[in-house]
């Protein structure tokens, strides 16, 4: 089973964007999850794509969440990979 990666986009300067960070960093940490972060100044095209949205949480490539992060749900996703689970 591989590990879980949770994906924030993000982009300097934007405090929703830290917030998030703030609660993904524990969580995905304690479920022995993966966090990546990236940056959509980084490239245009994602900076088109999120730029509204940021910041945009993704599990395993999925987009869960724009602007905010949902703990409760996003706890229980892991657990479920954890455990096994799709």
Do not use: K, N, W
């Not at 934007?14 to 959509?40: F, K, M, T, Y």
């Amino acid at each position: 089973m591989s590990t879980a990666e949770v994906t924030v986009h993000v982009r300097e300067g934007c405090h929703l964007c830290e917030e998030a960070l703030a609660v993904l960093r524990p969580l995905v940490a304690g479920h022995g999850a993966r966090l990546a972060v990236v940056d959509i100044e980084s490239d245009d095209a994602l900076h088109r794509r999120y730029l509204e949205r940021i910041p945009v949480i993704s599990l395993d490539g999925e987009e869960l969440y724009d602007f905010f992060v949902d703990q409760e749900d996003l706890g229980r996703r892991l657990r479920s990979r954890r455990m096994g689970g799709a």
